[in-house]
Each structure stands twice: as C-alpha cells, then as structure tokens.
C-alpha cells in the first residue's frame, strides 16, 4: 500500500507537468512561428520479485516473473516543428518559411539565435529587425527613400528607389537548418540557441540543400491544433483524477489495515 501511494503520487506529479506543457501551448495559439512542445514521459524501476525465466519446478518456469513498478516521471518536453499555417498580411517585410529552416538573428550580445517568427521590421538605421531590434543576420539596411522592398522565394531583398524604376538589391536572406532542431534550446521570446544536441546551424539559400523558401507578405502561425490540446488537457485531468483516487483508496486500505492490529 505503501508503493501505490508513491507510484500514485509520481503520476499525479506527471500529469502537472503534462497540463503546463498544454496551457503553455494554448497560451501560445495565435504566437507567430510557435512550435508546439509535448511532455515525454518514461516509466521508473521495476522491483523484481520473479525474474521471468525463472524455474517454478523441475521442468518448469515462470513465463512471466513477477515485478512491480514504481511509477513515471517526465524525461523531456520536445519540440514539434511541423509546418503551421500561413496566414496572408500583405505587409512587405512580413516573411514566411515554407519548409525546414530558421531566421539567423544577432542578439545582443553578438551571439546568433534563431527564430520562425517572421514579422520582421526596420529600425531607425534601416536596419531589418525582430520586433525587439535584433538585426537578422547577415545584416540587410533599406536605403532611407525607398519605394518599395521586395523579397524573393531564394531570399534576395531588392529596393526601389524614389524616381528609379529598376529595383536595386541591397542585400540577401539566408536561413539556418539543423540536423535535430528538436535539441534547439528555447530563450523566449520567439528565439532559440544551438546546442550539441542540436549540432550546428547549416546556414544556405532558402530553396537550396533543403532549405525552405521564403513567402513575402505572410507570416507562418502556431502549430498549435486547440482542440488537440483540449483533448489532452481533459486526459490530464482524468489521468490525475484516477491518480488521487488510487492515493485515497491506498489510504483506506492502510486505516483498515491498521485498525485490525
């Protein structure tokens, strides 16, 4: 009675965690660029009372042995990059990526970081940047008196300049792919950091050696499906239900236990 109050209590644990996982990825519905994250889980140490295989007699054995567990724990939140839906703005430096690949950033600190997220903007130099003025990298500035930016499906940026007619390029996109971004690490605010489980960033032309193209005027969405996460969250709360309710019939068991010494 004493393991199924702690196997219990490792799955109630358990499932706290999968509802934070959940109302992290609703919170995160209309987030342009979210990828959704899902809660890992892996089952503890088994007891072995009967090892299967063991002799039950002369010619026998136990086909099965005897062990009990002693519950769950969570072992990672992974990340799901599958395509989200793109939504059209219109808005000429609003980019989306049609396949695999990330937008290289500089952040503050000079380091590089990587983001799905592109509602992009200018700065007061021209500069294209995040929403919080990290500038993408390799840095593409619009020349103060420009008409008009373009940006093609490969990532070149081109402008055209006031009493000009032929666009002029000022600068070239490029994205970044990893061999498992599944091991990229998440800092917030719609960026990520390499990490040795993520390998490092393959930085090529978008639509080359399988790096996405780029859709100007669109923004890529969450891939978050909210009725996915409903149903996950009633599992959740189910799972923990039948959890408590296994902590209280263990309670019982043990007052009767005790009450017949």
Known sequence: MFRSLNTAATGMAAQETELEGISNNIANANTTGYKK?????????????????????????????????????????????????????NNPLDLAIEGNGFFAVQQADGTPAYTRAGNLQTDGQGRITTPEGLPVDPPITIPAGSTSVSISANGIVTATMSAQTTPVEIGRLTTATFINPAGLQATGHNLFVATDASGQANIGEPGQDGHGTLLQGSLEQANVDIVEEMIGMISAQRAYE????????????????????
């Not at 503890?44 to 009990?68: C, F, H, N, R």
């Open 37 to 89: 994250q899902r809660v890992d889980f892996q089952d503890l140490l088994y007891q072995t009372i009967v090892a299967p295989g063991t002799p039950t007699g002369t010619t026998t054995m136990s086909p099965d042995g005897l062990q009990l567990g002693s519950g769950v724990r969570v072992v990672g939140t992974s990340r799901q990059f599958g395509q989200g839906s793109i939504t059209t703005t």
């Open 242 to 261: 039948m959890n408590s309710k296994v902590v209280t019939s263990a309670d019982e068991m043990l007052k009767a236990a005790t009450q017949l010494q």
